[in-house]
């Protein structure tokens, strides 16, 4: 069983940053693809970004491509979502999510443990 527990959300303005972190429980965290997603009232769940076990690949949504970077620290179990010039489109609650031995360029149905999620909230 593998627990994600997101942190880092909060209120910021537009143009403003905010960096989400997802701490991992568990041993083998560096065989995890780590995703980030996120969802807004009234919508569907959507992808962000994910990343492969060792960090060397990551993939993007188009409309957060050159404004987000995802991370991670395979020695701290802890995987990072740099969001700079965040625009109004981006409040949603974001969730973490782990596809252990997985690609991280997974559809979010084979992302098998998934966070609580946390807030962002990008004001006008």
């Known amino acids: 069983q593998v627990q994600l527990v997101e942190s880092g959300g909060g209120l910021v303005q537009t143009g403003g940053s905010l960096r989400l972190s997802c701490a991992a429980s568990?041993?083998?965290?560096?065989?995890?693809?780590m995703g980030w997603f996120r969802q807004a009232p009234g919508k569907e769940r959507e992808f962000v970004a994910a990343?492969?076990?060792?960090?060397?690949?990551?993939y993007y949504a188009d409309s957060v491509k050159g404004r987000v970077t995802i991370s991670r620290d395979n020695a701290k179990n802890t995987a990072y979502l740099q969001m700079n010039s965040l625009k109004p489109e981006d409040t949603a609650v974001y969730y973490c999510?782990?596809?252990?031995?997985?690609?991280?360029?997974?559809?979010?149905?084979?992302?098998?443990?998934w966070g609580q999620g946390t807030q962002v909230t990008v004001s006008t």
């Open positions: 999510a782990a596809n252990p031995f997985g690609s991280a360029n997974s559809p979010s149905h084979e992302y098998d443990y």
């Open positions: 568990g041993r083998t965290f560096s065989t995890y693809a």
């Open positions: 990343i492969g076990w060792r960090g060397g690949r990551t």
